[in-house]
């Protein structure tokens, strides 16, 4: 089974998504910021991460900066899911090296896609 781990400052949200992506058969963790999120991947190597941008301690960029440039993690899969839903935004997180962006508010079946999708390439 696929580990996914869910990276999230909003409690809604997180408990949200994690529900949505064990209902569809993964197992998820949680974090509830950058730094937290760092701790999680280093002890536990998810195969994909979903991450939001504005967070406490460490955003989203960062975090992904930090995973695709270490060679232990840089393999794990980035979906980056934030309110920011400007272009810019969308090429930013592209650019920090995430795998795919997701705007919020989004149908639960494109994000359950999109995971689904990464995690069998």
């Not at 809604?12 to 949680?30: C, P």
């Not at 509830?32 to 955003?59: F, K």
Request: aromatic share 4%; glycine share 4%.
């Amino acid at each position: 089974m696929s580990k996914v781990l869910v990276v999230e400052d909003s409690l809604t949200q997180r408990e949200m998504i994690a529900t949505l992506l064990k209902k569809s058969g993964l197992n998820v963790s949680v974090a509830s910021d950058g730094v937290e999120a760092l701790e999680h991947i280093q002890e536990s190597c998810p195969d994909l991460v979903v991450l939001d941008i504005i967070m406490p301690r460490m955003n989203g960029y960062e975090v992904c900066r930090k995973i695709k440039s270490d060679s232990k993690t840089q393999n794990t899969a980035v979906v980056m899911c934030s309110a920011k839903k400007e272009e810019f935004d969308r090429y930013w997180g592209m650019k920090q090296g995430a795998d795919a962006y997701i705007a919020k508010p989004f149908h639960p079946q494109e994000l359950i896609g999109t995971v689904k999708q990464l995690l069998r390439a």
